[in-house]
């Protein structure tokens, strides 16, 4: 019965932090700060390695109007890996790849990938620290 129980747990955390990535590349993609700050817990850092660290939803809201998309864009995320969790706390991996749209149609801007710490907020998932590297 335990194990029945604890698989639930484990589908469940995974589905609330699948939904929070998911609904942030969405947001970052149409450029909705207020959205992608909602994303975060009120002191929740996002720290863009290299160029930028965002500590607490206002910071987070404000810094990523410098990134709000002049053209269409798209941020796939894949692979993404639990790799660790609790009912109230998960850490997971991602791997992005950044498209953006031009005359000619579209190209990989960049690759990378999201190191996250998520918490449980009531029934939601929001990140209390997501690191964003980009790779060469």
Known sequence: MSTSIEART???VAAGVQAAIAAYAHALDAGRNDDIAE????EGV???AGVATFEGRDAIRAGYAAFA???PQLHLVAN???TSWTEDEATAVSNLAFFQRDDSGWAV???GRYDDTLRRHDTTWLFQRRVTTFLP
């Open 10 to 12: 484990e589908a469940s």
């Open 39 to 42: 994303l975060f817990q009120p």
């Open 46 to 48: 996002a720290e863009i």
């Open 69 to 71: 998309p002049t053209r």
């Open 80 to 82: 993404t890996v639990i």
């Open 109 to 111: 801007q960049l690759v």
